[in-house]
Nanobody
Framework: QVRLVESGGGLVQAGGSLRLSCAASGPTVGSYAMGWFRQAPLERELVAAINWSGDRTSYTDSVKGRFTISRDNAKNMMYLQMRSLKPEDSGVYYC????????????????WGRGTQVTVSS
């Protein structure tokens, strides 16, 4: 069983930075693709994804150049460094894992954390 626990959310002013962390547990989680999602009004939208080894990443257009996703498989951790934050970045951020090694948007995520709130004030 895979367990994902997010941390690092909070309140920050526009232009500021936050780093989200996701602690993952499970025997094979290091072989899974992982991602950060943000709750939008109708659905959870992908913010960034990373493959199992960390050498392939993808980002939604609105965060390119500002956010960086990374992982440390030795520690079973994933991170999202967020810079130049904007009010529209606010929301609940979820860590998720997909049992494929490379993220595939055609398939859903297999495991989810409970989320951490990010609020960016203007």
């Amino acid at each position: 069983q895979v367990r994902l626990v997010e941390s690092g959310g909070g309140l920050v002013q526009a232009g500021g930075s936050l780093r989200l962390s996701c602690a993952a547990s499970g025997p094979t989680v290091g072989s899974y693709a992982m991602g950060w999602f943000r709750q939008a009004p109708l659905e959870r939208e992908l913010v960034a994804a990373i493959n199992w080894s960390g050498d392939r990443t993808s980002y939604t257009d609105s965060v390119k150049g500002r956010f960086t996703i990374s992982r440390d498989n030795a520690k079973n951790m994933m991170y999202l460094q967020m810079r130049s934050l904007k009010p529209e970045d606010s929301g609940v951020y979820y860590c998720a894992a997909q049992v494929t090694g490379d993220y595939d948007s055609n398939y859903g995520m297999d495991y989810w954390g409970r989320g951490t709130q990010v609020t960016v004030s203007s």
